[in-house]
C-alpha cells in the first residue's frame, strides 16, 4: 500500500498536507520533511495546520511552505493526513481532506480507523517520521539535510530520544541514516529535550518546595496548591510531568502529585516504579489509568483530608 | 591493531579488565561487556575495580565477575585497561597492570598517552563501548542479551543519550544491533538517566527558590549559599548539571550559578545559548572554559559583591 501512495504522490501535481490538531514535533517533523522531499520532486506542496507551530518547532526547515489553515478552501489532487488516528484529527481541515480527488492516511496509531482513500499504517513504526522515510525510499527520493532534520526530529520526538519502548532497531538505522547527512543532533537534542517556559522552571520549584519523603523514602509526595500555581505564572499543561521529579527519586517506589484546582477539586496523579498498583487506588475514587501511571479527581475535595485518605492507600500496598 | 589484540585475547588463559578510577557507565558497562564476551569463549576473567560499582549500575548483568582490587597482587595472562587516558587513571591497580605478560589500552580518549604493549585508541568513537562491540566481532563473538545491556549502558551513557555531538551514524547501527538482542531500552533509559537522589532534588528546589531572570529574559542566575546547601542535605557531585536548569530555560541567553562554598569561596558556573563568550568573563578572573561553557573562582568572597560584578559583565555581552 506504502507503494501505491507512492505511486499516486507521484502522479500529482498539488498536494496537501494535514498533520493532526495539536501538532506534535511527530507530526510536524514528518510533515515538512515530506513537504521539503515532494517540493524537491517538483510538487506543489502546501502544509496545512490546524494552529501556529509551538515556538520550539520554529528551528525546523521547510516551514516557508506550512500556515494556518485559513478556511480558503483550495482543491488538491492529494490530501495526505499525517500522524492522525481518525478524522476527527483534522479539525477545521476536514473539508480540504474530503474535496480532495485522492485521500491518504499514513499513520502509526493502533487505533486508526483507516479513512482515507488511501491508508497505510504501521503500528510497528515508533514514529510516523519512519514511514515517511520509508516513502522517500519508495519514491527514489534522497532526503537532504533539511529534509533529515525534520525526520530526525519527529523521530526522536516520539521515541523520547530513542528512550522509550517503541523505539525499535529499525528507528536507529533510520537515525544512523539521517546522521549521515550531518545533522546537528546535540542542537535539535537541546531545542526539543532541554528547553523549559520560566514558569514550569518555577512551577518545578513550587513542587520540590512541597515534597515529602515518607515511609522510609519509598512514597514521594507533592502539592501544589492554587497560590503556587499562581506564583509560579505556570501554564495548565507546565504541570506535564512534574510527577516525574518525585518518581524518579532514588528509592521512591510510589509518587503522588496532588493539585489544588482553581473550581476547588483536587487533581491526583499517581506513578509507581516497579510493584506498587496505582490504578487500584485510583479506581477505589472513580479515576483511571495501568498500574503504573494512574489518576483521579476529588470533587471540592479538602487537600489535607485527600492526603491522609491516599497516603493510607499507599501505606496499604508497600 | 585491534586485530592484533583480539588474536592476544584469543590466546590468553586468565584476563584482568581494568576500567579508569571513579568508573562511570562507559567504563564500567565495557568492562562488564568484555568480561561476558570473554567468559562465555572460555576464558577465565576478572574486572578489578578501583571503588565499589555505584548503585545506579547495580542493574548491570556481569557484576558477579567484578570486584573492588583489594591488592591481592595476582598475575594475569593479560591486563586490560579500559577507558583510561593514561596510566595513572588505573589508580591502586597500576601494579596488576604493569605485572601481566601482556598489556593492552583500549580507549577513544584525545589525549590517551599509549601505555600499554598493545595500544589501540579510536578517538571517533563516542563511546569505548563502540570498540568492544567492534572487538567482538572480530573475536567472533555474538554479544548475547547480557553483554548487550553492558554495551548499551556504556554507549548511552557516553552519549548523552544518542544527544551529544560525539554520536555518529555507526553509535546508531551498533545500538540497532543491540535492539536485537531484546534489551529493555526503556528500563536501563530511565535508571541511568531518571534516577536522582533526594538530595539532588532539594537542591534543584534550593536553586530554582533562587531564580533570577534579567534583562528581559536573557540572564538568568541563580545562587546557592551553604545554608541552602546544608538544608538540601546535597553531595558535592549532586552541584553537577543544576546549572542546566538556568540554561534551559527559554529565552535566556547567559545563565550563572554563584555558589557559596564552605570555606568561603564563591564558585561561579557560566553557560551560553549561541552567541555570548561565557570564557571571556571567566577569564577575566582567572577562570577558564569554552565559549559556551566556563566557570572561576573567587577566594573570600561576598555573594552579593560578586553577583553584581558577574552581572555587569554579562549585560555589557548581550
Known sequence: MLKKIAEALADAG???????????GDAIGSSLALALGLSGAGKEVSVLLEEQVPQIYGFLPGLEM????????????????????????LGSRKPVFEKAAVTVNIDHHT???????????????AAAGEIIYRLFGLMGIDPGKDAAICLYTAITSDTGGFRYSNTTSATHIIASELLKKGIDVADISRRIFDTVSPGKVRLM????????????????LMTVSCEAMRRSGAADEDTDGIINIARNISGVEAAAMLREMENGDIKV???????????????KYSGG????????????????????MLLEDLRGML
Do not use: Q, W
Request: glycine share 14%; proline share 1%; charged share 20%.
Open 269 to 283: 496523579n499517581l506513578r509507581s516504579n516497579s510493584y506498587v498498583d496505582v490504578s487500584a487506588v485510583a479506581s
Open 66 to 89: 506550512a500556515g494556518v489553515y485559513g478556511g480558503d478552501g483550495g482543491k488538491y489532487d492529494i490530501a495526505v493526513a499525517l500522524d492522525c488516528g481518525d478524522i476527527e484529527r
Open 205 to 220: 520549584g513550587e513542587a520540590v518546595n512541597s515534597l515529602e519523603l515518607l515511609e522510609n523514602g519509598r512514597i514521594a
Open 111 to 125: 487505533t486508526n480507523t483507516g479513512f482515507a482513500m488511501l491508508d497505510y499504517v504501521d503500528t510497528g513504526c
Open 289 to 308: 489509568g495501568h498500574i503504573k501511571a494512574a489518576g483521579f479527581t476529588v470533587r471540592g475535595g479538602d487537600l489535607g483530608k485527600v492526603r491522609e
Open 14 to 24: 498539488n498536494i496537501a498536507i494535514l498533520p493532526h490538531i495539536a501538532a506534535d
